[in-house]
């Protein structure tokens, strides 16, 4: 199954915690591409630092649900703790399942597409750059589009392109 994963965190060293994401995640997926880099404005309630956020477009080889519970495993391997943290709040690392093509799975643990994910540049934008021509499987329009759409809302959403040599090689 072909995912895109969101990946984001603002505490710590994200940099360094994305790129070490991302050679986990290669150990049980064969990773086809990389977004760049991109800080961005986070978004609730809390004050906290800007994020850091990427995309990855993996083969996962396994379900959705199994893939979740990998990718929470890396997530507390990273510091999280879902049961204390503010929703919303700051992260060492979030990963997310964004969307997996034309699959849509609706479970207690899980929504594919993400539930929000066409609503926000700080998701869009770097799945974009991994499987822009994918089409949103419940609204149909490319996730090429849709980012675009969610800039054009939120010009400010993307600040900056960070580099980092061991995350695009």
Known sequence: MQVVLGLGGNLGDPLRTLVEARARISGWAAVLAASRMLRTAPVGPVEQPPFVNAALLIDAGCGPCELLGLCQELEAAAG?????????????????????????????????????????????????????????????????ALAADALRVDPAAVAAVLADGRWRP
């Open 80 to 144: 999280r703790d879902r049961v204390r943290e503010a929703r919303w709040g700051p992260r060492a690392l979030d990963i997310d399942l964004l969307v997996a093509r034309d699959v849509v799975h609706r479970g207690p643990l899980l929504e594919l597409p993400h539930p929000r994910f066409h609503e926000r540049a700080f998701g869009l934008v770097p799945a974009a750059e991994v499987a822009g021509e994918w089409r949103h499987p419940l609204l149909g329009r490319t996730l090429a």
